[in-house]
């Protein structure tokens, strides 16, 4: 159980586009969605935090009108990078915890790639 | 502020061999640890948590309150065991705050 899907895997877009990528929890409602960036051979970053119904959480230095999260229902939560650049190319992973539980289920990620 | 650290980038040794892999953290409250590995072109995935005090592919790890560790050791490694090994802590706000990374890789 408590499977984490990402959709697309992997994304090729122009400068100045826009791209959306989903996660959703396949057998849990998750009441909270994190959304994570990582560099090659780095570790993961914490861009925001997501609650079901509510304005996501942003960390510090992320800009929230470039990178827009929307988590409508308790197994869907979208980011939207917005204008994309060729500096926001990164690998981006979510993951999804249920109600009362401390316990993060990851994505598989999806790349993206500004040209 | 709460921070994780990894001080091993790489990590090599041999099939059979003992090995450990260093975490420290830094957090004013009661924490609560977690290691996750992801091997290659696979999905991050909880390895094991302090809390469970539980032995997972023969790893485990013991929260050091004292000396602010949370190493992760097996004392016979495999092959198979080769893969990015994360340590994350979890507070207050119960959001996962990950250290850098080892990279393990066990030879033959």
């Known amino acids: 159980g408590a499977v984490v899907s990402q959709h697309p895997s992997r994304v090729i877009c122009k400068s100045g586009t826009s791209v959306k990528i989903e996660c959703r929890s396949l057998d849990f409602q998750a009441t909270t969605m994190f959304w994570y960036r990582q560099f090659p051979k780095q570790s993961l970053m914490l861009m925001a935090t997501?609650?079901?119904?509510?304005?996501?959480?942003?960390e510090q230095g992320v800009e929230k009108d470039k990178f827009l999260i929307n988590h409508a229902s308790l197994t869907l939560s979208t980011l939207t990078v917005t204008s994309a650049h060729p500096e926001d190319s990164s690998f981006y992973i979510c993951?999804?915890?249920?109600?009362?539980?401390?316990?993060?289920?990851f994505g598989p990620g999806t790349r993206l790639t500004v040209l | 502020a709460q921070r994780v650290t990894q001080p091993e980038k790489l990590l090599s040794v041999f099939k059979g061999a003992p090995v450990e892999l260093k975490c420290n953290y830094s957090y004013s409250g009661s924490p609560e640890l977690f290691w996750y590995v992801q091997y290659s072109r696979q999905r991050l995935q909880l390895l094991l948590r302090h809390i469970s005090r539980e032995s997972i592919k023969g790893f485990t790890a013991d929260l050091n309150k004292g000396e602010t560790s949370f190493h992760l050791k097996k004392p016979f490694a495999q092959e198979e065991d080769s893969a990015m090994y994360y340590c994350a802590l979890s507070g207050s706000a119960r959001q996962l705050t990950f250290g850098s990374g080892t990279q393990l890789t066990v030879l033959p």
């Open positions: 997501s609650n079901e119904g509510s304005k996501a959480t942003y």
């Open positions: 993951s999804a915890r249920g109600q009362g539980r401390n316990e993060q289920f």
